[in-house]
């Protein structure tokens, strides 16, 4: 327990916080794939929600033609004004293409779509709903900062599960990075910023609609990392928040192969150095990398020790040899995919919305 506050407010719960907030006036969007498809997981999430009773539930799915109507017929069981989009349909597809912005799909381009959507409330909140631990605390405190002088909010937590330390993306790559880039570039307004952030590859966060509406968002898993650029821009630091959302439990990737953690170190990676680029820092690749493995190595040595202090198990051999693959990700960034900001973008989330019920509509 501790209630250290960073260079972005930071908002604790000191025991079971359920702070008033304005669901009322807040859309949520909770991207799915269709096999979250009556998950226990995703039966907790949106059990939860008839709970808060937000003003909106946008879903964007990815789902094959044969799956979606089965996972919108499950969502209409809920007790919610849910929108099912369905991100993959021919006419979305063709409506994208003609505005050139269809390109690769991922998570960030389905809550792109999701956000577009829901960017007429005041208010929009965004989590996965993979979360076995999700609760219906979790969208009020997102949700309270914006009402309270912020217009950025960032979900934070703790990965223990089984005895051990999860979140090794964030622990043995991100975090490390950063550090790496503090030290190159002391003073530095973005690095601090990303920084500040307990745990910045969350998939919780929450603001207002101009900030939503201002948002580049990276088409794949570096969602999260380009989500703090913007928000910088737009919110800055002393518009922005972090709450404590407690312990997070949900699926592991392994760290190799094509949806490995290896695979997301490299999108990641992309968002961040397009991120620190736009705001006027120039990292030195050629030398980025082994400082950010003497950084990890730092790093190592005190959850090794945080681990041991607490009786979980904890492999140095195997964090290093994490560290060792996630550097080759260390680099220039390469072109810019990101999705343009919605209040820049040229089709019109109506259209999108016509689209997406047309699609879904035909499999039904």
């Known amino acids: 327990m501790e209630y250290v506050q960073e260079r972005v407010a930071t908002l604790h719960d ?31 999430v949106f059990g939860a929600l008839e709970r808060v009773d937000p003003a909106r539930v946008v879903v964007p799915l990815r789902a094959s033609e044969d799956r979606v109507g089965d996972v919108a017929d499950w969502l209409d069981g809920f007790a919610l004004d849910v929108e099912p989009l369905w991100c993959d349909g021919p006419r979305l597809h063709d409506l994208l293409d003609d505005h050139g ?10 809550v792109w779509l999701g956000l577009g959507l829901a960017a007429d409330a005041p208010y929009v909140a965004v989590h996965d709903a993979d979360a076995t631990t999700y609760t219906d605390a979790h969208v009020p405190r997102l949700l309270f900062p914006l009402d309270h002088g912020f217009d950025f909010s960032k979900g934070y ?5 089984n005895g051990q330390l999860y979140g090794r993306l964030f622990r043995l790559f991100y975090r490390p990075l950063v550090r790496a880039l503090a030290d190159a570039h ?8 990303l920084a500040a952030f307990r745990y910045a590859l969350a998939g919780e966060f929450a603001a207002t609609t101009d900030v939503v509406r201002s948002l580049r968002v990276q088409r794949g898993w570096g969602l999260e990392v380009g989500t ?16 404590d959302l407690g312990r997070h439990e949900h699926d592991h990737r392994a760290v190799s192969g094509p949806a490995g953690l290896s695979t997301m170190s490299e999108e990641v990676a ?32 005190g959850y090794a020790a945080d681990a041991a202090f607490n009786g979980l198990a904890y492999d140095r051999g195997d964090e290093r040899a994490q560290v060792s693959e996630y ?10 995919t990101r999705l343009p900001a919605w209040r820049d973008a040229p089709v019109d989330p109506e259209a999108v919305r016509s689209a997406a019920d047309d699609d ?3 499999v039904r």
């Open 14 to 44: 000191f025991g079971d916080a359920r702070p008033d907030a304005p669901t009322d006036r807040a859309a949520v969007v909770v991207p799915m794939t269709e096999r979250e498809h009556a998950s226990l997981a995703a039966e907790r």
């Open 360 to 362: 879904l509509e035909a």
């Open 186 to 193: 002391p003073g530095a307004g973005i690095v601090e910023y």
């Open 228 to 243: 703090l650029g913007d928000a910088y821009a737009t919110a800055g630091a002393d518009g922005s928040a972090q709450v």
């Open 327 to 336: 550097a080759d990700a260390v680099g220039p960034p390469g072109g810019d």
């Open 157 to 161: 937590y703790a990965r223990v599960e």
């Open 270 to 301: 992309a968002a961040l150095f397009h991120a620190v680029e736009d705001n006027g820092v120039s990292p030195e690749y050629a030398t980025l990398p082994d400082r950010y493995e003497a950084a990890a190595e730092t790093i190592i040595r």
């Open 101 to 110: 912005l269809d390109g690769d799909r991922g998570k960030g381009r389905d």
